[in-house]
């Protein structure tokens, strides 16, 4: 039976909700105590039986799982592959946790679907820092999928082509949940959208580079970084574009910065190297969840996103 070691607030949907799967009872609380100051909903579970129990009662009322990778029964990983094939758990995302993380086994991490590695012991810093960019990432896909479609879903059939401009993070939330009306799977479309956006304005239009945003997720200071950006003169003009284009049987996204352009090339494959850091895997979540290509022209500023549509007429 699941136990919450941070007491639930009932109806406050404002506070994150993270589900940790475990059956280990001294991590369980060592990792409820780094989760306190972090004021978040904590529920338990130690089995994969009992936490996919916990998913259908909550389906959409988990932002985040922290996941052992040795569990009685069904594993860690045996979790994650069958987490990841419902498109109403896709977007959650999973930090795996590991006594032994030789590269063999973070690869296995990453391909079964996880986020974000730790290694146990965990590291205090390392591990709240991992959590809260997880969270911020659940939070605005959240948003994104909070926000009212404003033409009803039906209509969007009827769209062939169309361009959209955009600047702010909440104008990527409103394209990213209008836009994935017009896929099969809304929730992935939409998770990989925000994700193709964020990018186009963060990295592009405001230049914020990889080590930059590393930094800024340790510090928690990521999003005000971002709104300070776009006020300086060097950056307010900048605005990104995407445009659609729905044909017989797929539809294609083109994602447009007016920045210099980035090294996409090591960021299209989630790298092991990478699995300890709060950040760098948006772009290859899009290609491996969302959709069924994706491709940057040189120098970076310019990405194509494709969805087949299977058995369209």
């Known amino acids: 039976m699941s136990r919450s ?17 475990d059956d280990d009872l001294v991590n369980l609380k060592l990792v409820a105590a780094l989760l306190e100051p972090l004021d978040i909903d ?9 936490a996919f129990s916990l998913l259908r009662t909550l389906p959409h009322a988990v932002d985040l799982i922290l996941l052992d990778r040795l569990l009685p029964g069904v594993s860690g990983l045996e979790f994650l ?62 948003l994104s999928r909070e926000r009212p479609v404003l033409v009803g879903a039906s209509r969007y059939r009827l769209l062939r082509d169309a361009c959209f401009e955009f600047q702010t993070l909440s104008d990527a939330r409103e394209l990213a949940n209008e836009l994935s009306m017009l896929c099969p799977n809304p929730e992935t479309a939409s998770l990989g ?32 970084e971002v709104e300070r950006r776009l006020m300086l003169p060097a950056y307010r003009g900048r605005f990104g574009s995407i445009s659609v284009t729905r044909a017989r049987d797929s539809v294609t996204f083109v994602v447009r910065d007016q920045g210099p352009g ?52």
């Open 81 to 142: 592959h069958i987490l990841k094939q419902d498109p109403s758990w896709v977007h959650i995302p999973v930090v795996i946790q590991t006594a032994d993380a030789t590269p063999a086994q973070v690869r296995e991490g990453i391909d079964a679907g996880a986020a974000y590695c730790l290694i146990k012991p965990v590291d205090p810093t390392q591990f709240q820092a991992i959590v809260r960019s997880a969270l911020r990432e659940a939070r605005e896909f959240r």
């Open 193 to 224: 959208l925000l994700e193709l956006i964020v990018n186009a304005i963060e990295h592009g239009n405001l230049e914020i580079s990889f080590g930059e945003k590393s930094r800024l997720c340790r510090l928690d200071s990521w999003q005000a």
């Open 42 to 50: 904590l529920v338990t579970a130690e089995s994969a039986e009992e």
């Open 262 to 313: 980035f090294r996409w090339q090591d960021f299209l494959e989630f790298q092991p190297s990478r699995a300890f850091e709060p950040n760098g895997r948006g772009i290859a979540l899009a290609k491996g969840v969302a959709f069924s290509e994706l491709w940057y022209d040189e120098p970076g500023n310019v990405v194509t996103a494709e969805i087949h549509l299977e058995g369209a007429s």
């Open 5 to 21: 070691r941070i007491k639930l607030s009932e109806g406050a949907t404002a506070r994150a909700r993270i589900l940790l799967v």
